[in-house]
């Protein structure tokens, strides 16, 4: 299996901690982001990665050289121009090609997901992407129809929508998108008319309509989102309690 992990943004939530180094360096008991979020994904059989670097990627670039993971990791390189999660998952697969789907998953994402289940899941289906979401107390909702597949999205503070909102007539399901996702090379073609900046979001949005994306719901997921320093302790008791390296 291969995976994208997003590791390009610029951490303003979590300074004063990234005035200095990337987002995917800050450390969690005694280790970066990046290095939680590899072994991570090696423990459900991922031996393929594209890491994208933007704020301070020359350090990320230096420490993926200095330290052998046993897997191969590729560097997807935004330091000129951040791409945003659709365009820096563009750029990424000019890089990776390949006909397998790639999982993506957020540096800043500690879960206890299941990311060989959601892949298998995935896989055994015939949607072209599959987004892990939760019933979560989020302001960004995506909501699906009663088969699953997505159809808008919905902000709760500001009332703002996108997608298709028809589908609030009907019955349906809004969930909290938990920044992991699985998505098919033949999705990811569908890229190539899009601009070098865009939104994975958006860009799920437009081929909701043509292409089968699939909002899997997760009943028992935990999650921590360790874009924000008071979220770091909660994040570090979790590797305690959950993650053995």
């Known amino acids: 299996m291969r995976a994208m992990i997003f590791a390009a943004g ?4 979590l300074r004063p901690l990234t005035d200095n180094k990337p987002k995917a360096l800050v450390e969690l008991n005694g280790k970066p982001l990046l290095y939680h979020c ?22 990320i670039i230096d420490y993926l050289k200095s330290n052998d993971f046993g897997v191969d990791v590729k560097i997807s390189d935004e330091r000129d121009f951040l791409l945003d999660t659709g365009g820096g998952l563009k750029r990424a697969f000019e890089t990776f090609g390949g006909d397998e789907p790639v999982i993506v998953h957020n540096v800043d994402i500690f879960s206890n997901a299941d990311i060989k289940a959601l892949y298998d899941a995935h896989t055994a289906s015939d949607a072209e992407a599959t987004l892990l979401c939760s019933h979560r107390d989020s302001s960004r909702q995506l909501i699906s129809s009663e088969d699953g597949r997505l159809r808008a999205w919905k ?11 028809a ?17 098919n090379p033949s999705l990811l073609r569908e890229m190539s008319g899009y601009p070098d900046k865009f939104s994975i979001i958006d860009f799920y949005l437009d081929m909701a309509t043509s292409h089968n994306i699939q909002l899997h719901e997760s009943t028992d997921l935990q999650l921590i989102d360790v874009g924000k320093v008071d979220a770091l302790a909660k994040a570090s008791e979790f590797i305690e309690k959950n993650i053995n390296h």
Do not use: S
């Not at 610029?10 to 939530?13: M, N, P, Q, Y």
């Open 167 to 183: 589908v609030f007539d009907e019955p349906n399901n809004q969930l909290a998108f938990a920044g992991i996702h699985i998505i």
């Open 38 to 59: 590899i072994e991570n994904l090696k423990r459900f059989g991922v031996t393929d990665f594209m890491v994208n670097v933007h704020h301070f990627g020359e350090q």
């Open 155 to 165: 902000n709760l503070k500001t009332g703002d929508t996108k997608g298709d909102v």
């Open 10 to 13: 610029l951490g303003t939530r």
